[in-house]
């Protein structure tokens, strides 16, 4: 009886390590979108500034 205990807690355990390992990778996903929108954002404030300065705008 105690090997199937076993066994079945092995299990459980097996899969909310996969969900945890996914909602790592979803998480990981997120912040790399972010930290591209940041950078985006960024160089477009630096182009706008650059374009203020040249007297474009």
């Known amino acids: 009886m105690t090997a199937g205990w076993e066994g079945a807690a ?7 390590m996969v ?3 996914n909602e790592s990778n979803a998480m990981i996903a ?7 929108q940041v950078s985006h ?12 300065k040249q007297g474009w705008i």
Not at 45 to 50: K, L, R
């Open 30 to 36: 997120e912040v790399d979108t972010f930290i591209g």
């Open 10 to 16: 092995a299990r459980a355990f097996e899969t909310q």
């Open 41 to 52: 954002a960024r160089e477009q404030y630096v182009q706008a500034a650059e374009a203020l």
């Open 19 to 21: 969900r945890w390992q």
